[in-house]
């Protein structure tokens, strides 16, 4: 029955961290990964999710089903997040939200519902994205192509060419955007050329489906949320994906959401029927426990206000450890200006190293990013920091 199956590529960064924990070298560092980790180096359990899980012991609760879109209270959170309490679209109700296995799942969920509305869409995603879109968009039967971003002659972005290659896109192509904190290459775009990809996306009749993997990780949760105003106040319907992996540090509880916006309540139910189908289909309703955190922690005042201090704390320390990155390349005697790394934002930073720097850096020095380049400056520490810049200025 399996003669003829073929091996499948290795996930690039699944391979790297193989590769990490296979390296004998004491000194080594995982730069390659895409998660948070504090100034000890550990992965977090935040305070308001251990809180919530102990009000969760001290009164025990039999695990049912869930509703095929999640819990009730954890959909009324996200969409309050994404969108704002007050704001229009949540107080009219025609926001369909569910409850998703992670940020991966609600793109996964939109990508399936797209396919059956639109068949013959295109995808546009970013040029570079995060591994996962285009593997994802394909396989949910889209043939996926991308628009420019990065640019690496001058390692900043290629708006130009970002806004001329949505401009030849046909209408409906369904357009992939960063909302905040762009994975792989730490920049995104400022507020008036968000406006211009706006009036693209509505001039050209675009689908615009907003990833949203790190919100409050850019300037703030509501900073970070603006950009859904901006495509709201524009009169567009549109897909957003949440993630709540590294805003919670609930990486394998697979906590996320889809929220579609749509013109009234009415096609708003009529749209969660068909997400509802869709789940139903594959995996027929969501987990209880990561969600029941969230929806807890984000119901309850006080454990709102202590996650917002600890995100903010996440926050805080990786633009620190930005900073700290550029004088210490500096330190050790790099002569490029660094300082690109502190323009750039979220957990991600493209150095500029080439592929052999960073081949050299793994090999060498143990110290772990992706072949592009990219690093993660979450995963940098006070106690790292030093040995990681005297390792890259050996390398560049
Ligand atoms: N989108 C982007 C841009 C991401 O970086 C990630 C996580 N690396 C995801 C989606 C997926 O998030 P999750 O782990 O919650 O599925």
Known sequence: LFSAVEMAPRDPILGLNEQFNADTNPAKVNLGVG????????L???QCVQAF???MMDKPTARGYLPIDGIAAYDAAVKSLVFGTDSEPVKSGRVATIQALGGTGGLKIGADFLKKLNPTAKVLISDPSWENHRALFTNAGFTVESYRYYDASTRGLNFAGMLADLNAAAAGTVVVLHACCHNPTGYDITAAQWDEVIAVVKAKGLTPFLDMAYQGFGYGILEDGAV???FVDAGLDFFVSTSFSKSFSL??????????LCANKEEASRVL???KIVIRTNYSNPPTHGGAIVAGVLGNPELRALWEAELGEMRVRIKAMRQKLVDGLKAAGVKQDMSFITQQIGMFSYSGLSKDQMVRLRSEFGVYGTDTGRMCVAALNSKNIDYVCASIAKVV
């Not at 998660?35 to 550990?42: C, E, I, P, R, S």
């Not at 990486?251 to 579609?260: H, K, M």
């Open 53 to 55: 899980e102990k009000t």
């Open 251 to 260: 990486y394998g509880e697979r906590v996320g959401a889809l929220s579609v």
């Open 44 to 46: 977090p359990l935040l």
């Open 228 to 230: 859904i105003g901006k």
């Open 273 to 275: 029927s068909q997400l």
């Open 35 to 42: 998660v948070y980790f504090d100034d000890n180096g550990k």
